[in-house]
T-cell receptor, first 110, second 116 residues
Framework: DAKTTQPNSMESNEEEPVHLPCNHS???????IHWYRQLPSQGPEYVIH???SNVNNRMASLAIAEDRKSSTLILHRATLRDAAVYYC???????????FGSGTRLLVRP | GAVVSQHPSWVICKSGTSVKIECRSL??????MFWYRQFPKQSLMLMAT?????????EQGVEKDKFLINHASLTLSTLTVTSAHPEDSSFYIC????????????FGNGTRLTVT
């Protein structure tokens, strides 16, 4: 499974945008980029996913580099409820599995 | 949105006993479910992939005879921790995949198992 690299932690101020980076230099052409987040003592929650084009949904935006070797999850206005561990995961088109890395712990300051 | 229900949310059992955890997809059919475990301050570790009507596929290092998985219907998968020991104490999380190879995974809220 292709691996991803994320910073261990990031901090943000409430109501400011947050850009969470992810490097995946060994991504293959059929790998989708998935983002999930996990609040304390809860199961992960789906955030967004994409293949090549940038994606937007009600939770976030996903910006994918042209060479697909990196991506950025964008939270447009961070709230205290967005404090969580964010996981960037590559999911192969041939496999349903999600292999979690260590993720980025996002701290949101009031 | 799609919902996955996991039960119980927490359980305490004595060493040597078995514990069953249920995972249900409430509003969609899940041909594939996954079981993860998570130790404190660590990431999720995939234990096994559960396919409806067939044997589960276990990840390397996971004992299939200790962690019994049954996926008898399109909406229910169960994980039984047999002869539990304190080192099995962990947070167990299931997830289910909807139709389509690249549909998102939906996760249950986890089961906190404590073995005394």
């Amino acid at each position: 499974d292709a691996k991803t690299t994320q910073p261990n932690s990031m901090e943000s101020n409430e109501e400011e945008p947050v850009h969470l980076p992810c490097n995946h230099s060994t991504i293959s052409g059929t790998d989708y980029i998935h983002w999930y987040r996990q609040l304390p003592s809860q199961g992960p929650e789906y955030v967004i996913h994409g293949l090549t084009s940038n994606v937007n949904n009600r939770m976030a935006s996903l910006a994918i580099a042209e060479d697909r070797k990196s991506s950025t999850l964008i939270l447009h206005r961070a709230t205290l409820r967005d404090a969580a561990v964010y996981y960037c995961i590559l999911r192969s088109d041939s496999s349903y599995k999600l292999i979690f890395g260590s993720g980025t712990r996002l701290l949101v300051r009031p | 949105g799609a919902v996955v229900s996991q039960h119980p949310s927490w359980v305490i059992c004595k060493s040597g006993t078995s514990v069953k955890i249920e995972c249900r997809s409430l509003d969609f059919q899940a041909t594939t479910m996954f079981w993860y475990r998570q130790f404190p301050k660590q990431s999720l570790m995939l234990m096994a992939t559960s396919n409806e009507g067939s044997k589960a596929t276990y990840e390397q290092g996971v004992e299939k005879d200790k962690f019994l998985i049954n996926h008898a219907s399109l909406t229910l998968s169960t994980l039984t921790v047999t002869s539990a020991h304190p080192e099995d104490s962990s947070f167990y999380i299931c997830s289910a995949s909807g139709q389509g190879k690249n549909s998102p995974l939906h996760f249950g809220n986890g089961t906190r198992l404590t073995v005394t």
